[in-house]
C-alpha cells in the first residue's frame, strides 16, 4: 500500500512524496509555504491521480522519460524520478494510480 509521507525542506517549505508499497518514491510535489497547502496537494493527488489525461508525460534535455501530474487547472502537483525507458516511466504512471488513492498521509515533520 503507498504512502504520502510530509516532509520539511531546508528552507522551510513542506512537501510530499508518495511511495510505492516497497518505499521506492514514486511522486514528489513542489514546495508548500504552509502544511496545510501541502495536504491539500495530496487531497489533489489522489483526486486526480486516476485520471489518465492528468498526466503530462515528458522527456528532459538529457533524454530520460519523466511525468508531471497536474491538477484540474493545469497546475503541477507532482513530478516523477527520471526513468531510463519510457515503459518504465508508464510504469511509474500506473503505480501512481494504483497507490495515491488509498494511500495513508504521515507527518514527518
Keep these: ?4 509521507e510530509i516532509t520539511t525542506r531546508k528552507n522551510g517549505e513542506f512537501q510530499f512524496n508518495l511511495k510505492a508499497g516497497n518505499g521506492q518514491v514514486i511522486l514528489t510535489s ?10 491539500n496537494g495530496v487531497e ?15 522527456t528532459s534535455t538529457n533524454g530520460k522519460p519523466y511525468f508531471n501530474l497536474k491538477a ?14 519510457v515503459s518504465s516511466r508508464d510504469n511509474g504512471i500506473e503505480s501512481v494510480k494504483k497507490n495515491a488513492p488509498s494511500a495513508e498521509v504521515s507527518d514527518l515533520t
Excluded at 489533489?44 to 515528458?58: L, P
Design 44 to 58: 489533489s493527488v489522489k483526486k486526480n491521480s486516476h485520471d489518465d489525461s492528468k498526466y503530462d508525460r515528458k
Design 72 to 85: 484540474s487547472n493545469g497546475q503541477i502537483i507532482g513530478s516523477s524520478e527520471m526513468y531510463e525507458s
Design 1 to 4: 500500500m503507498g504512502k504520502f
Design 30 to 39: 513542489e514546495g508548500y509555504s504552509s502544511k496545510a497547502n501541502c495536504l
